[in-house]
């Protein structure tokens, strides 16, 4: 379980700074990039394990419907899948919080 939340950690940070980089670039402020890098981040980590979720919930035998809301509205998520999401998310609000007050 470390290894996985190093793992999504980890990919959070370069993201950032990749999103970070790239919205400079298109001459938003200070403020404006962090929110972004931090939400795009955070929305990247959800849509990819809403999507596993749902597809090992369609495997397990759940109708179509009730897959995608219960991985949609996380009722059909486990313990895993929220901390592969939560993890990067927290990490991507972090250092956009540490970009934004190095940065301003």
């Given amino acids: 379980m470390f290894a996985i939340l190093t793992h999504a950690a980890l990919a959070a940070l370069y993201e950032v700074v990749a999103?970070?980089?790239?919205?400079?670039?298109?001459?938003l402020t200070v403020?404006?990039?962090t929110v972004l890098s931090a939400f795009g981040v955070g929305l990247l980590f959800y849509a990819?394990?809403?999507g596993q979720r749902e597809h090992?919930?369609?495997?397990?035998?759940?109708?179509?419907?009730?897959?995608?809301?219960g991985?949609?509205?996380f009722f059909g998520w486990a313990g895993p899948n929220f901390l592969q999401w939560a993890v990067p998310?927290?990490?991507?609000?972090?250092?956009?919080?540490?970009?934004?007050?190095?940065?301003r």
Wanted: charged residues 15%; without cysteine; aromatic residues 12%.
């Fill in 19 to 27: 999103f970070f980089a790239l919205l400079k670039l298109g001459g």
């Fill in 31 to 33: 403020v404006q990039t």
């Fill in 48 to 50: 990819r394990e809403a």
């Fill in 56 to 69: 090992d919930l369609k495997n397990m035998g759940w109708p179509d419907v009730r897959a995608f809301f």
């Fill in 71 to 73: 991985a949609m509205l």
């Fill in 89 to 103: 998310a927290a990490v991507s609000a972090g250092l956009a919080v540490a970009l934004y007050l190095g940065l």
